[in-house]
C-alpha cells in the first residue's frame, strides 16, 4: 500500500529498499544537524538568561544609586553599601593588608595620634570616632562609625593603606605622601585601635585641639574676658544651626 502510494507520487521505492548505507547516512547527518541545532538553541537561551539577569542587575544598582536622585544626604541602600564596601577593599593590596605596625602602644605615641586625629580626622569622623559631625552626616558615602566591628576588623595593614591612599569616589582623603607621614598614619592606626576604649578625659582633651572656626574664638574670647573679670561684649549669641 505505501510502496503503491509512494510509487504514484514518483519515488524510487527499491531506494528503500537496497541502499541502506546511503539511508543511514540520511538518518546521520539529520540527527546531527539537528543536535547542532538543539546546542545552539542550548547555548542562545544561555546567552538570553545571562543578559537578562545583567539588564536586572544594572537596573536594580542604578535604581538604588539614583534613589533619592544623586543627593549626598541618603542612605546608601543595602546593596549600594555591599558593592562600595566590596570594591574598596577588594582594592587593597594584599602586600599592604600584611603590613606589620612598627609603632608601639605608647603614651606618648597615643597622644600624638589623638591630637593630630582631632586636628586631622574629627571633622569628619569625630573625636570619638563615631562619624557623628556635621561634615561626617553631610558625606555620601558618609564616615563609618570607626568603634564599630566593621572597621575594627580591618587588618592595621588596611586601616594604614587607606589612611594614606584615601577611598577614591568618597570623603575620605588620601594623608600620605608628605614627610614623616608614614610614622604617623601607623600611630593614627594604633589610635584607631584605642577608640572603642576612649575615656571621656581624653575625648574632652581633644577638644582643645580640634581646628576653630571665627565663630568659636570669638566665644572662646567672651569666655575668657568673663572669667578675666572684664564685661562680656553685648552682642546677639550667634546662632548655630548645627
Ligand atoms: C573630609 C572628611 C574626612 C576626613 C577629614 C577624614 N575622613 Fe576618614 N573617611 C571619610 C569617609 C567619608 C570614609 C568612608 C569611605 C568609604 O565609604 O569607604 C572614611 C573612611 C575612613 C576609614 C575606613 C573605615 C572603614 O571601615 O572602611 C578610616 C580608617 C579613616 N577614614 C581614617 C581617617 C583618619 C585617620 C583621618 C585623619 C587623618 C580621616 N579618616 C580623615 C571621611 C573623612
Sequence with gaps: MRRRAAAAVGFDTDFYNKSQPLRDLAYTSVE????????????????LIVLVLAVGIAIAVGASILHNGLSARATPTALEAFFAQHAHRLSIPSAARNMHNP????????????????????????????????YGKGLYPKPPDLR????????????????????????M?????????????????????????LRDEERLDMEKMNPKGPDDRDEEKDEDDFLGGAPAQQKAPAEHHH
Design 32 to 47: 546531527q544537524v539537528s543536535s547542532k541545532i538543539t546546542i545552539g538553541m542550548k547555548r542562545g537561551h544561555i546567552i
Design 103 to 134: 609603632m608601639q602602644a605608647s603614651a606618648e605615641n597615643l597622644k600624638a595620634a589623638s591630637d593630630h586625629f582631632a586636628d586631622h580626622c574629627s571633622s569628619c569622623h569625630a573625636n570619638d570616632g563615631s562619624g557623628d559631625t556635621m
Design 148 to 171: 564599630q566591628s566593621e572597621t575594627q576588623n580591618l587588618s592595621d595593614g588596611e586601616l594604614f593603606w587607606i589612611i594614606e591612599n584615601g577611598v577614591r569616589f568618597t570623603g
Design 173 to 197: 582623603p588620601a594623608f600620605g605622601g608628605g614627610r614623616g607621614s608614614e610614622d604617623d598614619s601607623w600611630k593614627l592606626v594604633l589610635f584607631i585601635r584605642h577608640l572603642p576604649q
